[in-house]
């Protein structure tokens, strides 16, 4: 299973932008996917996740400005991202668990990193 991730750039404080992140290869299902961002020197925090079927969990410092949603037929997972502040300045990597057929367990796969910069 292979996580492709884009849609990250630069942006003025205030401005918008949309992640996405594409799952392909050999997958019988998608259970959570998740948003993470690292700044670097510190841990990585997660950000937002959403379940199959639909309920959405965010961190403190995003509730209200990011929205996590997804669509199953496409294996993809998107975050809006609006409000931006400066502090929302890192690199934002996807990850999920999938399984890759009936009798498979559920498998952690991470997509690459895409930097977003918030800065005036």
């Known amino acids: 299973v292979q996580l492709q991730v884009s849609g990250g750039g630069s942006v003025q404080p205030g401005g918008s932008l949309r992640l996405s992140c594409a799952a392909s290869?050999?997958?019988?299902?998608?259970?959570?996917m998740r948003w993470y961002r690292q700044v670097p020197g510190k841990q990585r925090e997660l950000v937002a996740f959403i379940s199959s079927g639909g309920s959405a969990t965010y961190a403190d410092s995003v509730k209200g400005r990011f929205t996590i949603f997804r669509d199953n037929a496409k294996s993809t997972v998107y975050m809006q991202m609006n409000s931006l502040k400066p502090e929302d300045t890192a690199v934002y990597y996807c990850n999920a668990d999938a399984a890759t057929s009936y009798s498979s367990i559920l498998e952690e796969y991470w997509g690459q990193g895409t930097q977003v910069t918030v800065s005036s």
């Open positions: 290869g050999s997958i019988f299902h998608i259970a959570f």
